[in-house]
């Protein structure tokens, strides 16, 4: 089995920066693609951004193009969020997902595509 586990959220100020962490263990070599989820309050799930097994392929949310950075380091088991110049906008609970059947190169997009899932880290942005 795989476990996702996030780290890095918390309160912090409109304008200000957080990191995400995601270490995964387990079966580890079963993940491709991983990405970040977050949801809001009243609002759907929503990709913020994702990558590749392999670096070089990346998705970003509209509205987060410009402000947040995803990576990963395969020999950590890592999964990484920089978060810059937040907004109250992205105030949610932040999940990191694995995906297990065809993000080598590519990132999959829909969340039922992912297979493992974290418990999730509240990420709140105060204005």
């Known amino acids: 089995q795989v476990q996702l586990a996030e780290s890095g959220g918390g309160l912090v100020q409109a304008g200000g920066s957080l990191r995400l962490s995601c270490a995964a263990s387990g079966r580890t070599s079963n993940i491709l693609a991983m990405g970040w989820f977050r949801q809001a309050p009243g609002k759907e799930r929503e990709l913020v951004s994702a990558?590749?097994?392999?670096?070089?392929?990346?998705y970003y949310a509209d509205s987060v193009k410009g402000r947040f950075t995803v990576s990963r380091d395969n020999a950590k088991n890592t999964l990484y969020l920089q978060m810059n110049s937040l907004k109250s906008e992205d105030t949610a609970v932040y999940y990191c997902a694995g995906e297990s059947r065809s993000g080598v190169f590519n990132v999959p997009l829909a969340s039922s595509l992912y297979d493992y899932w974290g418990q999730g880290t509240q990420v709140t942005v105060s204005s």
């Open positions: 990558v590749s097994r392999l670096p070089g392929r990346t």
